[in-house]
């Protein structure tokens, strides 16, 4: 749950979902990178700290837009 791991040139994020979700990448707070499916894979462009959101965009009202999973952070330095 969570991590801390150095800075590399290999270093990827690789997301997996049981259904087809919007996968959101964020560093520091910010979206840096979107992609949809079951599977994604990010390569982190700096030291901060990373952490992913997935979306079933499909939901009706209430939960339209809001996250269905966040992960823990992952402390990149």
Do not use: C
Not at 1 to 11: I, N, P, T, Y
Not at 13 to 28: D, W
Not at 41 to 46: A, I, K, L, R, V
């Amino acid at each position: 749950m969570g991590d801390d791991v150095s800075m590399g040139s290999s270093l990827r994020f690789q997301v997996r979902s049981p259904i087809p979700a919007r996968i959101s990448m964020l560093k520091n707070g910010n979206v840096i990178d979107q992609k949809s499916g079951t599977w994604a894979e990010f390569s982190p462009d700096g030291p901060g700290i990373y952490h992913v959101e997935l979306y079933l965009d499909s939901l009706p009202a209430p939960v339209t837009g809001q996250p269905w999973i966040i992960s823990n952070p992952i402390y990149v330095r």
